[in-house]
Each structure stands twice: as structure tokens, then as C-alpha cells.
């Protein structure tokens, strides 16, 4: 620069300015536009719904909600990351070559230009100023080391800003991927949806045996249906199964069982049963045809659901609407081993306890429909631990269940035709309601009940909207595009 009463760039140092933004305009403005119109072609297309209808209409493609790529014939000639890397080299020299010629090197004073490391001024020669000539600056050991220092720091911070925006749009594309596109619809699945002949309540997955259970009601219809997880039809039974509401699947390596609640008018009415896989009656809980809210002998009241451990003690939601609204837990020898709640608001009580569900830190999860809650009970004691209200303002919880590896809750609502996925809370923890995802079905599809394979993931919903059963298979996210 020349000092003066005005500062004004020599025509070398212009023109590297001016050449210099123009790379940026030309590496950076141009794929920047192209990464914003890829995010909005990815943006509404990820806002699209999974259309569940059965009849009319496209089927939804196999990953309804596509990760938002760069569009076609973006960065033919140099992608992304060698546009930026290049710009990274031309920056480091351009500046490293203003400081090798004093352009960037020296002081504006009164005077001139201080050769801050010998500490004198040097004319240029022209008069209009002091210059510290570019010889003197190259021979000059100490400020040939400055100018190769300032030089390095100059590339490597220029390098820094210019591949942050990469950095930052790998980590929104990986956020997408793993925390909000988590499932997609199996439009496959069964093979031949014929076999559904009523209307589906409940469903059960046996993963140790890769089985699902699929309970129906109707007139003069098979009340249980058995397929593969592949979703290949096996059998069907309709044995002592009056009305069906829950079913569950606790089969071992030495038994298949598999628990359904009955809350029926007839002779096998208000009861849970235990059968095998082939549909043979092993046990009957409570007075078969008779409700009540006798313990000895146990009675119930429209029960709604169970879950059975590994352990063999079962926890019972009792009163779909019927007179009890209360969580037991039995021993695997059918002994009461605590029992909560009564109708009420408080906590501990509830209003249509609906679902039930054991997290694997020892937690009992409730869906308390009726007060549009989730309470959370210690499964040894019963000692009420929390509650979940925050999530359900429109619609109470009809379904709960985990995932496998234990860090998310499945949820169904069944009026919304939604299901939540929300966070699982730490141990000692319960918290608020976390939601990372939602699946938003079809108006006329409502998720009664759900269950989920422990050995795949994959979401098993039983809706009353239609004679089918859908399922989710669990999105492959290790792939980060």
C-alpha cells in the first residue's frame, strides 16, 4: 500500500483481489445454490405422508422419505469437496505472496510503511511513500521465518473455513437419517393379505421363533392368524377365543405360549388365556364369563392387555372400560405379587389403562389412555416412579413398547392415526416426553395395539381401520450418503 492522504491498492494487488473473489463466487455461490435447491427437493419430499389406504391410489415406494441428495450433474467437472480444496491452496497463496511483496507486511503511519522487523523505513523509490522492499523481506532471515509462519497460519485458516460448510452439512444429513427417517412401511407384508378376514385388534411378534400372532374379531372367522416374520401365512385357530383385545407371545427355547385377553360377553369372556403356537388352551386367569373385581379368586373386568418376562411374571392392565382400571403383577405361579391402582386422576390411578410394557432397566410403562398419560411404576416394588403427560395433549396413548436395544418407545395413538417415537429416559430418570419421530398413517387407519420384533426392529401394527396388519421395517442408517 502507499501512504498517503488517501490509501489506495497497487494494480498487482487489485487484480489478485479481484481475482480472488471472483474464485469464490465461482467455487462457493454456485454449489451453495445447488446444495439449497437439493435440500428443498429433499425437504418436500420428506414431508410427503405414507399413504396406507388399501384401495385407490399409488403404493408408497419402498423408502417414502428420500435423503435430500444433491440433484444431478451437481459438480461435474470438480465436486464439492475438490472445489473447496482448491480454494483452500489459492487462498494460502494469494495471501502468501501480498506478504512476500509487502503488500500485507507492513504499518500505515503518518510516514510511510515501518519495517517492523529491523525496525527502519526504506523508500520505494517513487516518492510517494516508504516500502519495505521485497528483496530486503526475502534475505532477511527473521522476516523470511515471519513471512513463512504467517504464511502457514493464513493457509490453514482459510482451509478451516472453507471446509466447515462440509463439515456441517454431513452432520444435518446424518441427523436426518438417523433421528428422524427411522421406519419405513412394508407393503409387502403378509404375502397374501386374503387371510384377514376381520378386523385386527392386537398383534404379538414371537422373535425367539420369528412368528407373529395376529388377533381378529368377527362372525364364523379363524380368531388367530400365524405368519413368518416374512410374512408367509402358516395357520389359523379360533379355540375358546370369544373377543380378543391384547395378545402377547413369551415363548421359550423349551415352550411356545402365547397369552391373549378376552373381554367377550360369552363363556370364555373376561379372561386371560394361555395356548400354545397351534392354539391348545394351557391356562385360564380369572372367571371365565364373569366379570368382577374379586383377587381370590381373580376376576376382571374387560382386560386389556399383558406382558409377560422372561422370568415368567406377568403384569395385566385390567379395564378397557369396565369396572377396574388397575395393574397387577403375578408371580409365574399366578400369585399376586403387588397390585396399582383404582379410577382416579392421581397418580397411580388410572382412566382405561390400555397397554403395558417392562423396559429393561425394571420400569412398568402404562399407557393411562383415559387421562391421556404413560405412568411408570418400579416392577418390584410398584412404587410409582413418573409420569409422561406433555406428549399427549390431543390424544391419550393406546400402545406402548420398546425397542431393541431399549433407547425408544414405541407409542400408538389410536384417534390421530399416529405413532410417536419417542426417547427412552437414563436409569433414575423419567423426564419429559421426547419425541424424535412420527409416522403418520391414513385418516381411516386407526393402531389399536402394536408389539416389536426384539430381533429385527421391525413394527407391528394392528389397526382397526382396515382388514390388514402393517409393519415397519427399520431404516438401514449406518449408511451416511
Given at each position: 500500500?502507499?501512504?498517503?492522504a ?53 403404493q ?98 482459510f ?18 437419517r ?41 362372525d ?108 397387577i403383577?403375578?408371580s ?49 416394588t ?78 407391528y401394527?394392528?389397526?382397526?381401520g ?16
Amino acid at each position: 500500500m502507499r501512504a498517503g492522504a488517501g490509501t489506495s491498492w497497487e494494480p498487482k494487488t487489485s487484480v489478485l483481489i479481484f481475482c480472488y473473489l471472483g474464485l469464490c463466487c465461482l467455487f462457493l455461490l454456485e454449489p451453495r445454490a445447488s446444495r439449497e435447491k437439493g435440500l428443498e427437493l429433499g425437504t418436500r419430499e420428506a414431508t410427503k405422508c405414507v399413504d396406507l389406504r388399501l384401495s385407490g391410489g399409488p403404493q408408497p415406494s419402498a423408502n417414502p422419505f428420500p435423503s435430500p441428495d444433491f440433484p444431478s450433474g451437481h459438480g461435474e467437472i470438480l465436486g464439492l469437496r475438490s472445489r473447496r480444496w482448491l480454494l483452500s491452496c489459492i487462498s494460502g497463496f494469494t495471501f502468501a505472496y501480498l506478504w512476500l511483496f509487502g503488500e500485507l507486511d507492513c504499518e500505515e503511519t503518518a510516514g510511510g510503511c515501518v519495517d517492523s522487523t529491523v525496525g527502519r523505513r526504506s523508500w520505494d523509490g517513487v516518492g510517494a511513500g516508504f516500502r519495505t522492499s521485497w528483496a530486503q523481506n526475502l534475505h532477511r532471515g527473521p522476516n523470511r521465518r515471519r513471512v513463512a509462519w504467517l504464511s502457514v497460519k493464513t493457509f490453514s485458516y482459510f482451509l478451516f473455513l472453507t471446509q466447515l460448510p462440509l463439515r456441517l452439512h454431513f452432520a444435518f444429513k446424518f441427523s436426518w437419517r438417523a433421528e428422524e427417517i427411522l421406519y419405513r412401511l412394508d407393503v409387502d407384508w403378509p404375502t397374501y393379505s386374503e387371510y384377514f378376514t376381520g378386523a385386527t385388534f392386537c398383534v404379538a411378534v414371537d422373535s425367539l421363533n420369528e412368528l407373529v400372532y395376529v388377533a381378529q374379531r368377527g362372525d364364523n372367522i379363524p380368531k388367530v392368524l400365524v405368519f413368518t416374520e416374512d410374512g408367509y401365512f402358516l395357520r389359523a385357530w379360533n379355540y375358546t377365543v370369544d373377543t380378543p383385545h391384547g395378545i402377547f407371545a413369551a415363548s421359550t427355547l423349551h415352550e411356545q405360549s402365547v397369552w391373549i385377553t378376552d373381554v367377550g360377553s360369552g363363556s370364555y369372556g373376561h379372561t386371560v388365556k394361555k395356548y400354545n403356537s397351534f392354539g391348545d388352551l394351557v391356562q385360564i386367569l380369572g372367571t371365565p364369563g364373569k366379570k368382577g373385581t374379586g383377587l381370590n379368586p381373580l376376576q376382571f373386568d374387560n382386560p386389556a392387555e399383558l406382558f409377560v418376562e422372561d422370568t415368567g411374571d406377568i403384569y395385566i392392565v385390567d379395564g378397557d372400560g369396565g369396572l377396574n382400571n388397575r395393574l397387577i403383577k403375578l408371580s409365574q405361579d399366578f400369585m399376586i405379587l403387588w397390585l396399582r391402582g383404582e379410577n382416579g386422576t392421581e397418580p397411580a390411578k388410572f382412566n382405561i389403562p390400555h397397554s403395558v410394557t417392562v423396559d429393561s432397566v425394571g420400569r412398568v410403562w402404562v399407557a393411562d389412555r383415559g387421562n391421556r398419560r404413560i405412568q411408570v411404576f418400579d416392577k418390584d416394588t410398584g412404587e410409582w416412579l413418573g409420569a409422561w403427560n406433555d406428549c399427549f395433549a390431543e390424544e391419550g396413548p393406546s400402545a406402548v413398547r420398546f425397542t431393541p436395544d431399549g433407547k425408544r418407545l414405541i407409542i400408538a395413538q389410536l384417534n390421530l392415526s399416529r405413532l410417536l417415537i419417542a426417547a427412552a429416559p437414563p436409569v433414575g430418570n423419567i423426564g419429559n416426553c421426547s419425541v424424535i419421530s412420527t409416522i403418520q398413517l391414513a385418516d381411516q387407519v386407526l393402531p389399536h395395539l402394536l408389539d416389536v420384533s426384539q430381533k429385527t426392529g421391525a413394527i407391528y401394527v394392528a389397526e382397526i381401520g382396515a382388514k390388514i396388519n402393517l409393519i415397519f421395517k427399520k431404516e438401514d442408517t449406518s449408511r451416511i450418503d
